[in-house]
T-cell receptor, first 109, second 116 residues
Framework: GQNIDQPTEMTATEGAIVQINCTYQTSGFNGLFWYQQHAGEAPTFLSYNVLDGLEEKGRFSSFLSRSKGYSYLLLKELQMKDSASYLCAPMDSNYQLIWGAGTKLIIKP | GAVVSQHPSRVICKSGTSVKIECRSL??????MFWYRQFPKKSLMLMAT?????????EQGVEKDKFLINHASLTLSTLTVTSAHPEDSSFYIC????????????FGQGTRLTVV
C-alpha cells in the first residue's frame, strides 16, 4: 500500500532550526511536495523535489533521498507565524498526491 | 504562484438542501481539478479528480450521485453536495493543476460547510 510517516507534532523555539522528517511508500514516484497548512485554511505550496539532494528556498529547505523513501523539510530562523501543519505529499505513478496527516509544528517564544 | 479562488468560504445550510461550491483558476488553465474533504486534525481525503470536459473520477467510497462534480471549462469546476446531511459537514478544498502533471497543484481557500 501507499503510506506516509511523519511525526504527529513537534515543538521548537522562535529563532531556532527544526527538521521535519518524512518517510514514504508509494506505487511509483514522480516527486515529492511539501505544503504548509494553517489551521482552518487550505494548504500552500512550499517545495518540490524530484531529484535526490537539497533544495533551498529562503528559510526553508527540502531534502530528498529516493532510494531511502525519505525526505525532510528544514525550517531556519523560526518565526511565530511558522506555527502550522506541514504536509509531506509524494506523487505516485498516476501523478496523484498521497497525503498523510502532516506534522503540527508549535513555535514557542 | 497561480491563484485558485474557491467560493463560498463558509456556508451553513439546512439538512436536505443542496450546496454548490465553485473553484476557479484565475490566471492559468486548469486541466485537472481535485476535490478534497478534510476533517479536523486529519489528512486531506481525495474525493474525486476531474479533467476538463470529461466525467469526474471518484475515489472509492465517495457517492457520485451525492457529490456532483462539473468541470465544464478550463477555469471552473463545481462541487454540489446534494441532499446534505449533518455528517457532510466538513472542510472542502479544491486544487487545480495545469497541463504539466508533475507541477504543484494550487489550492483554493477551502469551504467550511455546516449542515444543521
Amino acid at each position: 500500500g501507499q503510506n506516509i510517516d511523519q511525526p504527529t507534532e513537534m515543538t521548537a523555539t522562535e529563532g531556532a532550526i527544526v527538521q521535519i522528517n518524512c518517510t514514504y511508500q508509494t506505487s511509483g514516484f514522480n516527486g515529492l511536495f511539501w505544503y504548509q497548512q494553517h489551521a482552518g485554511e487550505a494548504p500552500t505550496f512550499l517545495s518540490y523535489n524530484v531529484l535526490d539532494g537539497l533544495e533551498e528556498k529562503g528559510r526553508f529547505s527540502s531534502f530528498l533521498s529516493r532510494s531511502k523513501g525519505y525526505s525532510y523539510l528544514l525550517l531556519k530562523e523560526l518565526q511565530m507565524k511558522d506555527s502550522a501543519s506541514y504536509l509531506c505529499a509524494p506523487m505516485d505513478s498516476n501523478y496523484q498526491l498521497i497525503w498523510g496527516a502532516g506534522t503540527k509544528l508549535i513555535i514557542k517564544p | 504562484g497561480a491563484v485558485v479562488s474557491q467560493h463560498p468560504s463558509r456556508v451553513i445550510c439546512k439538512s436536505g438542501t443542496s450546496v454548490k461550491i465553485e473553484c476557479r483558476s484565475l490566471d492559468f488553465q486548469a486541466t485537472t481539478m481535485f476535490w478534497y474533504r478534510q476533517f479536523p486534525k486529519k489528512s486531506l481525503m481525495l474525493m474525486a479528480t476531474s479533467n476538463e470536459g470529461s466525467k469526474a473520477t471518484y475515489e472509492q467510497g465517495v457517492e457520485k450521485d451525492k457529490f456532483l462534480i462539473n468541470h465544464a471549462s478550463l477555469t471552473l469546476s463545481t462541487l454540489t453536495v446534494t441532499s446534505a446531511h449533518p455528517e457532510d459537514s466538513s472542510f472542502y478544498i479544491c486544487s487545480a493543476r495545469g497541463t504539466d502533471r508533475d507541477t504543484e497543484a494550487f489550492f483554493g481557500q477551502g469551504t467550511r460547510l455546516t449542515v444543521v
